[in-house]
């Protein structure tokens, strides 16, 4: 039975070796394959297939729209619901599916520079959060049937990670987003950091020629 591929990158500044700590668990699991690397930050990018010839970065005509969430925690009972949802729809007994190259990632940075500033001291609303997950359904557009069923599924699997999140507040981070959040999931809930946010909008694009992706005003 085809199931989806759990990938994970762990990637540590400084060494040439990362940290058993941080691998060793994963190890333990026993895993398909590993694929050692070192290098600098600029392997980055083909370490993680995002490089300009790496097919996520070619015109190939797919659609490739995501549906992001920030996340302070892990919450291993929705990640599972989520795992099955997925895999219900683009692999196993869904291996036709028009989204059987869909991804689900789970990005997870250092955080103590963005949680070093003060949180009123800059527009920025959600530096609480620890984590960024996003479906990304990649399929061949065909008609606005398909489309719909695109957006289903990713507000599905957006959905149930949420529900696990315990929060009634949609944190989406804005270069990722599918188009349908509210300004106030892309900008913050604050009323000041949206009206910050305009005033600055509106002084150094004063002719709106920035307003086709998120508008901020």
Known sequence: MNVPVILFYIIQEGTTTVDPAYTQPFHDIGPISTSPESGTYRDLARWTNIAVDNPPCQKAGLANPRFPIYLERYNVSAQR?????????????????????????????????????????????FRS??????????YAPADEA??????????????????????????????????DEAPQSWYGYEPWRQDRLAALKAKYDPAGRFSFFAPVA
């Open 81 to 125: 619901l989520a795992y099955d949802a997925f895999a219900a729809s683009v692999g196993g007994a869904a291996s036709d599916s028009p989204f059987s190259a869909a991804i689900f990632m789970f990005e997870a940075y250092p955080v103590q520079g963005v949680r070093a500033v003060d949180g009123s001291a800059a527009a920025f609303a």
């Open 129 to 138: 959060d620890s984590l960024l997950a996003a479906p990304l359904i990649t």
């Open 146 to 179: 398909l489309d719909r069923r695109a957006a289903a599924l990713g507000t599905q699997l957006r959905d149930i990670v949420r529900s696990g999140s315990g929060r009634e507040e949609l944190h989406a981070y804005v270069n990722y987003a599918f188009g």
